[in-house]
């Protein structure tokens, strides 16, 4: 299994960033898909989770409103579409897949079985 992220960069405070996560070796459409991030000296924390093809989508409330989390299961591809982005989003930012992940677990980092490398966001102020 390989989840490959990309799409991070340096912007401005207020701009948009696009992240897809491209996943082989598994049968994509039956795993919940998730994003973390982790800032230099803190824990990884939850961003948002997409459960299935056709599932419910679920947010950390800092990202509420501004973060969309989607999915193309034709092309084994995870999404995050960031906009109004803020210096305190800065975080190396990791898709994760999970394949039994229950509801009361879609925001801890250990239910998830595959991870990705990772691709850096820097905000700007």
């Known amino acids: 299994v390989q989840l490959q992220a990309s799409g991070g960069g340096l912007v401005q405070a207020g701009g948009s960033l696009r992240l897809s996560c491209a996943a082989s070796g598994l049968t994509f459409s039956s795993y919940v898909m998730g994003w973390f991030r982790q800032a230099p000296g803190k824990e990884r924390e939850f961003v948002a989770v997409?459960?299935?093809?056709?599932?419910?989508?679920y947010y950390a409330d800092s990202v509420k409103g501004r973060f969309t989390i989607s999915r193309d299961n034709a092309k084994n591809t995870l999404y995050l579409q960031m906009n109004s982005l803020k210096p305190e989003d800065t975080a190396v930012y990791y898709c994760?897949?999970?394949?039994?992940?229950?509801?009361?677990?879609?925001?801890?980092?250990?239910?998830?079985?595959?991870w990705g490398q990772g691709t850096q966001v820097t905000v700007s102020s």
């Open positions: 994760a897949a999970g394949r039994g992940v229950i509801h009361s677990q879609l925001s801890y980092p250990d239910a998830y079985d595959y």
């Open positions: 997409n459960k299935r093809s056709g599932g419910s989508t």
